[in-house]
């Protein structure tokens, strides 16, 4: 440890040490902080000190807003005067989480400036205007502008996001003059060619990539017995990594080493046939030409999930049921999830709801405490509120309702086509023909589009629109419906009553520790 001759003495003596060499940033970080970063951020923080421009790209879980959380802070208070400037292709976002680790880690430290939200996210020091640390939006690339200093760091996250353009990239590139200053851009590996974090050297910015996966996580190195220490609260772990490479490919899961191999670009085992979600979000890569297309679920799983009627074993509990309400020319329909087989237990045209709902009342009240969902619009929703007042769970449902994973999916309709597409994957069974042909229609039909929405302030999955469905079949998908609503209860995921949003459990681990193990 030495001190750097750059800073004057008032600053100098109300730092609590300071770092040279290429280590500076992260050991700065560790002391002042109190924090340990991984091998991997400690290499990212390296790397920034080594080379002017670095573009860090990798899968979630991995640690990268933190780590450069950590680079910001110990840059802006080590170097004076410094100007760091940070933006987000999701705004929103980068205040929830960039923003909010800034402020912690600034005031646990014993260093100077308050932490401000207005105008904007901002470290204000008394007496030292040219000591600048300014989080903006990247909606007006001229406000990025015109930032010169001793020191400079410039952040641009979550770049391949559709707020960043080559104007936003241009105009915080224009704030690095020479050899002191530093440019940082993250961002999840693109969908294709035409992002621009794909060409940043045709656009005249020469930055290294440093990439990673979620398998270099912390977690999933110290679950797996690579590496000693402690896990990390929000970091994927080896577990999580295990369940969403079954989920979103379809295939068991392999082992550590040979899922990775098969996931690496430059290795002999690399599958090109995998979830284009499973490329971008863990392995860490832009899909493929291979990749397959996002869709709920496919023809194969559908047909391999047919089965004749008298295979079925339906006489396990009643774990969750479905009831999708007729509207004019449509079918009330009441599908139960039964331990992985779906059961058609009611299935009548009609609006005479006193009927059906009588009828359906007599096969629920046999197992009465299992969770039912109703989707009800007009005259059928007073019937759903006598069923609501008749059973201990009811969930009202409305497609276009805030899903219960409000950080995956847009709404219910999208979450409950995931879903469903999961439980066939593990699977699950059913034997009824319209359903079938429901099914094979929207496999047909349906893709999964990744999507930013300011409301939301992130980037989640949205379906296409069941209309779609009505469109090819002739008329509302009554089976469908019902199908997605008794999976979703099964696994217990329904929006919180506070603010509609609730947690799915892990794999055969439901949010409410009810057990749905069923193979």
């Known amino acids: 440890m030495s001190t750097n001759t750059d800073l004057p003495d008032h600053v100098a003596e109300r730092l609590p040490g300071n770092f040279t060499g290429r280590e500076r940033y992260w050991r700065a970080a560790e002391e002042w902080f109190g924090i340990t970063l991984s091998p991997e951020q400690r290499e990212i923080l390296e790397h920034v000190a080594d080379n002017q421009y670095t573009h860090l790209e990798g899968g979630n879980g991995f640690g990268k807003t933190f780590a450069i959380v950590a680079l910001a802070l110990a840059f802006h208070k080590r170097h004076y005067p410094s100007s760091v400037v940070v933006t987000s292709g999701t705004y929103g976002k980068l205040k929830r ?34 000591w600048q640390f300014e989080v903006h939006s990247p909606g007006d690339p001229g406000e990025l502008e015109g930032v010169h200093n001793d020191h400079v760091l410039v952040i641009v996250d979550e770049a391949d996001k559709d707020d960043v353009t080559h104007k936003t990239l241009d105009s915080m590139d224009s704030l690095i003059s020479d050899s002191n200053d530093r440019m940082v851009i993250i961002s999840n590996p693109p969908e294709d060619e035409t992002n621009v974090v794909a060409n940043l050297d045709e656009i005249g910015i020469p930055a290294r990539k440093l990439q990673y996966s979620t398998f270099d996580s912390h977690n999933v190195q110290v679950e797996r017995g690579a590496r000693e220490g402690d896990v990390v609260p929000g970091l994927t772990g080896l577990e999580k990594l295990k369940t969403k490479w079954e989920a979103l490919n379809g295939l068991a899961w392999p082992g550590y080493d040979e899922a990775r191999a098969m996931s690496t670009r430059t290795s002999p085992q690399f599958r090109e046939d995998l979830d284009s979600r499973w490329y971008r979000r863990f392995a860490g890569i832009m899909p493929p030409a291979g990749a397959a297309e996002n869709r709920p679920f496919d023809l194969d799983l559908v047909n391999a999930a047919y089965v004749d009627a008298d295979d079925l074993d339906t006489s396990k509990p009643r774990r969750g049921t479905g009831i999708d309400v007729a509207r004019s020319g449509d079918r009330t329909v009441q599908i139960d999830e039964r331990g992985g087989v779906l059961v058609v237990a009611y299935s009548q045209p009609g609006t005479d709801h006193t009927v059906q709902f009588n009828a359906m009342w007599g096969l629920l009240d046999e197992e009465p405490d299992a969770p039912i969902a109703v989707d009800a619009i007009g005259e059928g929703s007073g019937k759903a509120d006598d069923t609501n007042a008749r059973y201990p769970e009811v969930d009202l449902f409305k497609n276009g309702a805030e899903a219960a994973q409000a950080d995956e999916y847009k709404d219910r309709w999208t979450e409950g086509l995931c879903e469903l597409g999961d439980w066939m994957e593990r699977g699950g069974q059913f034997s009824d023909t ?56 099964a696994e217990d995921l329904i929006p919180d009553d506070d603010d509609n949003q609730g947690t799915a459990g892990a794999f055969g681990t439901p949010a409410t520790g009810r057990s749905n193990r069923w193979r």
């Not at 909010?100 to 880690?105: F, P, V």
């Not at 302030?457 to 008794?486: C, F, M, N």
């Open 434 to 489: 319209r359903l079938r042909k429901e099914l094979q229609i929207a496999a047909r039909t349906l893709t999964l589009e990744e999507r930013y929405y300011s409301s939301r302030e992130d980037q989640v999955y949205v379906a296409d629109p069941k209309s779609k469905v009505e469109e090819r079949l002739g008329h509302s998908p009554d089976h469908l419906d019902a199908a997605i609503e008794a999976v979703l209860m």
């Open 97 to 130: 989480t960039f923003c909010a680790d800034a402020e912690a880690l600034h005031q646990s430290s014993p260093l100077f400036g308050e932490w401000k939200w207005s105008p904007n996210p901002h470290i204000d020091i008394d007496g030292e205007p040219t």
